[in-house]
């Protein structure tokens, strides 16, 4: 299992099976063929602070159901470890789907559970607008990344 810069395990990603399939045609070609629907969705997850019973974790990219893995491995690796309050500042996220979402109410349970919580700070407009129609504002406290990373 490979881990990223804060030394958490992050799961694997498989690799694009078309790739050594296409080698041929791409060849014939000249050119590079890419999979049908291949697009590549990066996340980096950075925890920015540790401080006792509380993380702030930097997230960049984009959240999906390829991507969240990692995410999730992320927060309930510092929730197993005694922080269970964590901030997730979203300043850099581009987009976040269902499996993200999905994701952020698993670790709020795991860590509300324990008398923890889950805070999301920097939620751009159109993710504060996703957050308001599922209701999931109320469950995540959420405000500009300044006020969370220095408080």
Do not use: W
């Not at 504060?128 to 006020?147: E, K």
């Amino acid at each position: 299992m490979n881990t990223n810069v804060s030394g958490i395990p992050s799961p694997r990603r498989r690799k694009a099976t078309c790739e050594a399939a296409t080698a041929g045609v791409r060849n014939a070609r000249g050119g590079v063929r890419r999979c049908a629907g291949e697009v590549r969705r990066d996340l980096t997850t950075t925890v920015v602070r540790r401080d006792g019973a509380y993380a702030v974790v930097e997230v960049v990219g984009e959240i999906d159901v390829h991507t969240v893995g990692e995410l999730r491995t992320i927060l309930l690796a510092l929730a197993d470890t005694g922080h269970l309050h964590i901030v997730a500042d979203f300043s850099g996220v581009r987009f976040c789907d269902a499996a993200g979402l999905g994701a952020l109410v698993g670790v709020n349970n795991r860590v509300a559970d324990r008398g923890g919580s889950l805070r999301l700070t920097g939620v751009r407009p159109a993710q504060h607008r996703i957050l308001q129609i599922t209701r999931l504002d109320v469950l995540f406290r959420h405000d500009g990344a300044d006020g969370a990373l220095t408080s």
